[in-house]
């Protein structure tokens, strides 16, 4: 951040105990540890980021991260299972079974000729090393609800830009002139979405307004960065609201042009419908605790830019399941400059688009087969939601649920008999 440089910054304000509800009954054991063993050797030990942000908000944090006046080399002395990562940010990974603790040193908030930072012609920030004080540290994080920080020694929050007002008004609130901010980061655009969007805050005017003018700065964020906070965006329980607040802040096309016609508003129209829907069925999976997959989410935002160019490939001489085929194939390897998705799932959603046509037919041994299909759970799902959408008969939905109740012989019925499955 390079506005307010050279003046003074207000020292934090410091809440008691007593006079706010961040209990240690609600961290997690692990991160307490980290938490003690710091203080206990000398160290500076708080809670900072969404740990303190949730539990004022009477929520159960995702994880924990934790700040320290200690260096990263310093950090894994203390810590058997300790490995440090990140190029750009220096962490230490402190490690529990399957719980990993995040702890970072304070970082300092440098003027731009800093060595140890980085910029891009731009303004965007691509190497930040520069550690210092826990008064300086505060200034480089994104939000004021972000901001706070829960010393560990006597259990007070240490408040320096009115964050626990903003938790109280609902307002997320970027620390700092928000546009120079935007394009040092423009990932905090998205993260202002899925806070708003998880938590249910608005974002203060004078952080939304930017990001109508800004977005295509994402255009310059590393790929494998934008599939991390996507799939943060969208397998958190709130997909649809998040969805919601892409489209009316004009961040969708970033994460998934394909999906954007210009020349065809009511296509796109349709399209963002369906994903919507799909959106909805993938947060109510989230929260019944049933498993998601990446493939099945990208599958539900490609599904009609594949379909619109199999078409043209089917009318330019194609057979339907190659034009199926190639088309997946060049809009997944296209999405590969926005938001790129992994290797791994290209196959499974090819596999979820190509059943599409298989569940249309209902006889003989190659429809059977389908039901053996190790993707038929996914690809079954994907045409309730079709169907759902209005885009395939209900009947046939229907029969391939009822298909699955069939035991063996009732099953060889309904595909090799004739007529069977006309009701
Ligand atoms: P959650 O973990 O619930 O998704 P979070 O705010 O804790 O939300 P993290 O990615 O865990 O998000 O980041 C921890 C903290 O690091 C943030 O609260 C914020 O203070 C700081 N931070 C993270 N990303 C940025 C960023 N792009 N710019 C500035 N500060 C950031
Ligand atoms: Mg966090």
């Known amino acids: 951040m390079n506005n307010n440089e050279s003046q003074p910054r207000p020292g934090p304000r410091i809440v008691p105990r007593s006079e706010h509800n961040v209990s240690r009954a609600n961290i997690s054991d692990n991160a307490l540890r980290v938490l003690y063993r710091l203080k206990k050797a000398g160290y500076g030990a708080f809670l900072v980021g969404g740990g303190v942000r949730d539990l004022l908000l009477d929520r159960r944090p995702k994880d924990f991260d934790i700040v320290t006046d200690a260096h990263p080399e310093q950090v894994r002395k203390l810590f058997r299972y300790c490995r440090l990562v990140g190029r750009r940010f220096r962490l230490a990974h402190v490690r529990f079974g399957r719980e990993v603790i995040e702890v970072a040193t304070f970082r300092a908030n440098t003027t731009d000729e800093h060595k140890d930072r980085i910029h891009t012609k731009k303004g965007r920030i691509i190497r930040d090393n520069v550690y210092g004080t826990i008064d300086e540290d505060v200034w480089r994080r994104d939000f004021t609800a972000n901001a706070l920080y829960y010393n560990i020694a006597d259990f007070t929050i240490w408040d320096y830009c009115s964050g626990i007002s903003d938790i109280k008004s609902g307002v997320l609130r970027l620390i700092g002139d928000p546009v120079t901010r935007y394009k040092e980061d423009p990932v905090r655009m998205l993260r202002a979405v899925r806070l708003a969007a998880k938590l249910d805050l608005i974002i203060a005017p004078n952080a939304e307004a930017p990001i109508l003018e800004l977005g295509d700065l ?56 369906f994903i919507r829907e799909g959106l909805q069925s993938t947060d109510d999976r989230v929260c019944s605790d049933r498993p998601v997959t990446p493939a099945f989410l990208f599958a539900v935002f490609l599904w009609y830019p594949v379909l619109d160019l199999a078409g043209k490939l089917v009318r330019e001489g194609r057979s339907e399941a190659q034009a199926m085929l190639d088309a997946s194939s060049l809009i997944i390897s296209e999405q590969q400059n926005q938001a790129s998705l992994p290797r791994r799932f290209w196959s499974p959603i090819k596999d979820i688009y190509l059943m599409q046509r298989r569940f249309m037919n209902r006889r003989g041994i190659r429809s059977a087969r389908i039901l053996c299909h190790r993707r038929f759970r996914a690809g079954y799902d994907f045409l309730l939601l079709r169907s759902k959408h209005g885009e395939v008969d209900r009947e046939i939905a229907d029969w391939w649920t009822d298909v699955q109740q069939l035991g063996p012989e009732a099953q060889k019925k309904a595909f090799f008999v004739k007529d069977h499955h006309r009701k």
């Not at 494998?224 to 649809?240: C, P, S, T």
């Not at 969708?252 to 394909?258: G, H």
């Open 218 to 273: 994402l255009n310059e964020v590393p790929a494998a960065r934008l599939y991390d906070e996507l799939i943060k965006l969208f397998h958190a329980g709130h997909a649809a609201r998040s969805f919601d607040l892409l489209i009316r802040y004009n961040l969708f096309q970033y994460l998934l042009p394909a999906v954007n016609k210009r020349n065809q508003k009511d296509r796109s129209r349709e399209a963002f419908k």
